[in-house]
């Protein structure tokens, strides 16, 4: 167990070394391409209600995602993370007024204020049909190395339990962040499809 926690830690220092050395531009080329990919992807156009999450600079860009799921009707819903736990919730988003007013946290993450009980959480409702997952790396067999926190995974667990069962699950990546293998346990959910560019 020492052994692989030790193996991830080695592994997210590397792909943050790889992240960190791309210009704003390189990211802002390859989020287009991998928004575009997701566009035209069957389950993205099905999709009615989205679980999509507010990018980080190390990440790959969601604004466009955003602005192209409201403008074709989703519902869309984003993550509010609790510090104390690996407890997360998936909140409605109004709108792209609503999530310019969102309030930061001291991770410097956008997510709806902890006292805010106004918002509908996507379980509580219709559940989701599907979630585009962020992360540090990821190898092509849908192994997912998170920031060591397991909110994501821990969602998923809760996603399966409920009455809709588990969405499907699109994980949104620089090519950068792409590994030959990601160490993993049992409790790490794998991801059904990562998209990226240059994975014709």
Not at 173 to 199: H, M, R, S, T
Request: hydrophobic letters at 35%; aromatic letters at 8%.
């Amino acid at each position: 167990m020492a052994a692989l926690r030790a193996a991830k830690q080695a592994l997210r220092k590397e792909i943050k070394r790889r992240v960190a050395a791309l210009s704003d531009e390189e990211k802002l080329r390859q989020s287009l391409i991998v928004s575009h990919k997701l566009f035209q992807h069957p389950k993205y156009v099905s999709s009615k209600r989205i679980a999509l999450f507010l990018s980080m600079s190390d990440e790959v860009r969601t604004e466009e995602i955003i602005k192209d799921a409201f403008k074709l009707g989703k519902s869309c819903f984003i993550p509010r993370y609790e510090r104390s736990n690996s407890h997360m919730d998936m909140l409605k988003l109004g709108g792209l007024q609503d999530m310019e007013t969102l309030p930061l946290t001291s991770w410097n993450i956008q997510q709806p204020a902890d006292d805010d009980e106004s918002r509908e959480e996507a379980l509580a409702a219709g559940g989701l049909d599907l979630i585009l997952m962020p992360g540090l790396g990821f190898d092509k067999s849908g192994n997912r190395l998170g920031r060591g926190r397991g909110y994501y995974d821990t969602y998923l667990e809760r996603c399966v339990k409920s009455p809709k069962g588990k969405p499907y699950t699109i994980a949104l990546a620089f090519k950068e962040q792409l590994c030959q293998e990601i160490p993993v346990d049992d409790n790490d959910v794998l991801i059904d499809e990562i998209l990226y560019e240059g994975d014709e």
